[in-house]
């Protein structure tokens, strides 16, 4: 006892620690119940019992088995009536702090709500602070530089000055109240610890503790210089510069023999271009695996749990998932998520309607079953929303804002409801319908009416949950039960709060319960002992598996590290001792190795797309391969390759007698040209069959309806001016913005929401921009020829000449006698073809589409160039977003010929034609992606 150990690497560790504790116990005669032993986790624990269950062979009295938090606990709060702080109640405890002592520190954060991210970022320095046990001198001396100030923002420098007198006076209301944060635990623990004898202990046993905070290293120290801890630990000093400094500060060697033992295990690599596809290379290796049983799945990015469980085969029973999952991440979440912004957005009593809608639309409310038979919730969500959205008329068709009295009172609604299920063979009395809709708006929109504390939302939430779980297909995922089960674990735990009965208003209410349940993580505990393991990375601590399979072997998931510490700069955390980043590397690379490390066989999966590359763990092993095997060709990497028939369900549509006289006959614009070269079938729906979408009513003006308005305002505005040189005088000012104001009031805002304003007032800073911009570059131009002008050409091809029709938003001539056509952009600006264009022989499609881009600007100048011969010619886009021009010709791709520059770009546009007059070639949904 009281010694220090480590364990061969590639050794299983939990039974390397139950020979250890079978050769000193159970061989001896000595009572396991004396016994304690500390793990990283919870999971080591069980594992370690069924070791020494199988080494015994009968029933037994356990070690008690503890993570290191609740080894500080036991030594920080035995035998006084302190309880750990709810996080909520920590950051409001900070936000009164802040108000009542640097009310600075509030500024443009005055509510609670929005103090909420500040509030968390100065408890993670706090934890921190308390963890490594900083004192006040460092503190002091980074307050004094604070005032002097570092480069960071003054609200920032604010919180540094007063950051030592926060977290005492934080630390001293939380005592007031009987509660400690976990910072607080651990420094009491450190305090104790000497009177603290654990005499009911003859050994406790640390087990597999890479890394210690400054507080945990004391109390270890502590009870092992008393000769009541033994350290166990995994790995060799001379490859983990964490070990070496234990083993410094504890007088050991901490090394597995003459030199680091290698690892055998088999390594395979593969790679996939995106989660999904790595997910479908798991499933291919467990369809090879033998023993599930000793295999593991590490899933070291949360974002892949999801697709890995979809894509498991369904009779693979004995899945055990154990990592934490944020609840944000779940349907739930998203239906709550609905719900909040239909309570914000409301005004007066009355619902923003596009918000309402989404609320119904969810498939927890639109599949509710048990209130009425069959498929009538469904049917009523539909009928509602084609009524609200303009489908079909009624008295409520169209209103941006309504309230729920008047969608229970429309009869539009539940006569058609009806009859549709009629229809359907399904009788449905129209008071059954009623009936359900009340229902739903009482359990959903009504009963937020009047909250005033977080304990009566979370008393409406737990309502909206009942009903959910009872009647909807919630349950159908195990993840929407399991953060169900957390949020009804919400009530419990704010009932013995203050901050459950602290009054705000009502929309600050849903703001914080919004901010409180999106920072929530569901924990699956699932059955660690049998089946397939799916783990995170750090629940693999002190576990080892025969088959290991890794995901996400990228960098920024392996390691996945900070830059700094949120709002708080790395120069400060250096200064505090707190820059943690390359100690984080070495945790997650050392959690990494030996997980694999004593592994049989080893299968590393990374994404490789534009976005990903390999990790830096992985490049280490197979360069430390190589090197052994004195070989320096590449690593093998599979790829995985997928079974794919596009054209099973892919859309289609031959050209039918019908259609190719169509064609002949049909006059081709630039855009429609850009459509059939983005996708073929988007061409034929709008060119061919002239099919549009239909318009919803409720739909916000999208960035086409807010083009179209701009546009006209240009127009209207500089109309005067054709022929003339502009002058963007006063004069010229006062016209424009009286053009704009009397189409804003008759094209726009009817179809806003009360925010209207925020839309009006970036379309007016843009345009102030834009004028400013003409008014600079009016000496250079000689006149304004030409707006919103329609000219039409043809382009010739084997088959002759095709006829095209094009509108040009403006031409100018310059000084320089240069003829320039402008194309307006309110969003984002397209991008202009390569210059100089070089195409292969025979281009496909995808290859055009790649380079050229856009057929726009170059028929713009084929056109042009007919009207104006013998002129320069010069196209380009007039971002309005970006108040910039860029032209085909600048200063650094200076001007060509006009037939020169052109001629590529034609004989890519008559490929195209070609394809869309050949009657055997059909108008294929196939929209162009691109792909690694």
Not at 97 to 124: H, K, N, Q, V, Y
Not at 139 to 155: D, K
Request: charged share 25%; proline share 6%; glycine share 8%.
């Amino acid at each position: 006892m009281g010694g220090v150990i480590t364990i061969d690497m590639t050794r299983d560790f939990i039974e390397g620690l139950s020979a250890y504790i079978e050769e000193n116990y159970l061989l001896k005669g000595r009572p396991l119940e004396r016994l304690a032993v500390v793990f990283g986790g919870k999971r080591p624990g069980l594992f370690l019992k069924r070791a020494l269950a199988r080494r015994l062979g009968r029933a037994f009295v356990p070690p008690s088995c503890w993570t290191i938090e609740e080894l500080m606990c036991r030594i920080a709060l035995g035998g006084e009536a302190l309880r750990p702080a709810m996080p909520l109640e920590e950051s409001f405890e900070i936000y009164r702090l802040a108000s009542e002592r640097a009310p600075e520190l509030l500024e443009g954060r005055e509510t609670f709500a929005a103090f909420m991210p500040w509030a968390t970022e100065i408890l993670d320095l706090i934890a921190q602070l308390d963890l490594e046990d900083v004192g006040g001198e460092a503190l002091s001396n980074v307050e004094a530089s604070a005032r002097i100030g570092f480069s960071v923002p003054q609200s920032i420098n604010h919180l540094l000055t007063r950051i030592q007198g926060l977290r005492e006076d934080f630390h001293g209301r939380l005592r007031s109240r009987g509660q400690v944060s976990r910072g607080m635990i651990y420094r009491i623990a450190e305090e104790r610890i000497a009177g603290v004898p654990l005499a009911e202990f003859d050994e406790i046993i640390v087990a597999n503790l890479f890394y210690f905070h400054r507080t945990e290293e004391a109390v270890i120290r502590a009870l092992h210089e008393r000769g009541q801890a033994t350290l166990i630990f995994q790995g060799d000093q001379r490859k983990w510069p964490v070990l070496e400094r234990i083993a410094g500060r504890f007088g050991c060697d901490l090394t597995e023999g003459p030199f680091p033992t290698p690892t055998t295990f088999d390594l395979k690599v593969s790679c996939a271009s995106d989660v999904h596809g790595e997910a479908a290379l798991v499933r291919d290796i467990l369809g090879k695996v033998e023993d599930l049983d000793r295999t593991v799945i590490v899933v070291p990015d949360e974002e892949a749990l999801v697709p890995l469980l979809s894509a498991l085969p369904q009779e693979m029973s004995g899945i055990n998932v154990s990592m934490g999952y944020p609840l944000s991440r779940s349907s739930l979440w998203s239906f709550l998520e609905s719900l909040f912004s239909a309570q914000l957005s409301r005004r007066e009593g009355a619902y923003y309607a596009r918000d309402y809608l989404q609320v119904l639309r969810h498939p927890f409310v639109k599949n509710l079953k048990g209130a009425v038979r069959g498929e009538g919730s469904r049917v009523l969500v539909h009928r509602i929303e084609e009524v609200l959205t303009g489908r079909i008329s009624s008295e409520v068709s169209g209103k941006a804002f309504l309230t729920l009295e008047e969608i229970e009172r429309d009869p539009v609604v539940f006569d058609l409801a009806r009859k549709t299920l009629a229809g359907m063979g399904e009788d449905v009395p129209e008071g059954a319908l009623r009936d359900l809709l009340h229902r739903l708006h009482a359990v959903l929109f009504s009963s937020w009416n009047g909250v005033a504390d977080l304990s009566g939302a979370i008393a409406v939430l737990e309502g909206v949950l009942d009903l959910m779980s009872r009647e909807s297909i919630l349950d159908r995922h195990p993840l929407n039960g399991e953060a169900a089960a957390r949020l009804y674990r919400l009530k419990d735990e704010m009932a013995g709060t203050d901050l459950g009965h602290q009054v705000f208003s009502a929309e600050e209410v849903l703001k914080v319960l919004r901010l409180m349940i999106e920072g929530e993580r569901v924990s699956f505990s699932g059955t660690p002992l049998q089946g397939l393991q799916v783990l995170g990375l750090f629940e693999t601590r002190s576990l080892n598996f025969d088959h290991v399979i890794v995901l996400d072997v990228n960098e920024g998931v392996l390691p996945r590290l900070r830059g700094h510490a949120g709002i708080i700069p790395r120069e400060v955390m250096g200064l505090l001792g707190l820059d943690r980043m390359e100690l984080e590397e070495e945790i997650q690379r050392y959690q990494f190795m030996r997980v694999i490390s004593s592994a049989k066989t080893v299968h590393l999966i990374y994404q490789k797309n534009r976005e990903r590359e390999p990790s830096r763990f992985l490049e280490e092993l197979t360069w430390e391969k190589q090197v052994r095997d004195k070989k320096l060709q590449p690593y093998p990497v599979s790829r995985g390759s997928f079974e794919a028939r596009p054209g099973a369900d892919m859309r289609s549509a031959p050209k039918s007698p019908a259609v190719m006289e169509h064609l002949k006959g049909h006059v081709f614009s630039p855009s429609g040209i850009n459509t059939y070269l983005n996708n073929p079938y988007d061409f034929y729906l709008r060119s061919v069959l002239g099919v549009r979408p239909p318009d919803d009513l409720l739909d916000e003006p999208d960035a086409a309806y807010i083009g179209n308005l701009l546009h006209g305002v240009l127009e209207e505005a500089f109309r005067p001016l054709v022929g003339k040189k502009p002058e963007i005088d006063q004069a010229f000012e006062k016209r424009f913005w009286s053009v704009f104001e009397e189409r804003f009031a008759r094209e726009f805002s009817q179809r806003m929401r009360s925010d209207a304003f925020l839309v009006r007032a970036v379309m007016e800073h843009k345009l102030r921009a834009f004028l400013d911009h003409e008014r600079g570059r009016a000496p250079r131009i000689s006149r304004i020829l030409a707006l919103e002008t329609e000219m039409t050409g043809s382009v010739p091809t084997a088959r002759g000449a095709v006829p095209f029709r094009a509108r040009l938003d403006r031409i100018d001539e310059m000084s320089d006698g240069e003829i320039l056509i402008l194309d307006y952009k309110s969003g984002s600006a397209d991008p202009l073809p390569q210059r100089p264009l070089l195409l292969a022989d025979a281009p496909r499609r995808a290859e055009i589409q790649a380079r050229v881009r856009s057929f726009q600007l170059p028929l713009y100048m084929l056109f042009a160039a007919e009207r104006f011969p013998g002129q320069r010619i010069n196209a380009g886009l007039f971002s309005l977003r970006e108040t910039a021009i860029r032209a085909l010709f600048d200063e650094k791709h200076p001007g060509v010929p006009v037939p020169e520059f052109l001629g590529p770009y034609l004989q890519a546009l008559e490929v195209l034609l070609e394809e869309i007059f050949d009657p055997g070639v059909p108008f294929v949904d196939d929209p162009i992606k691109t792909f690694d």
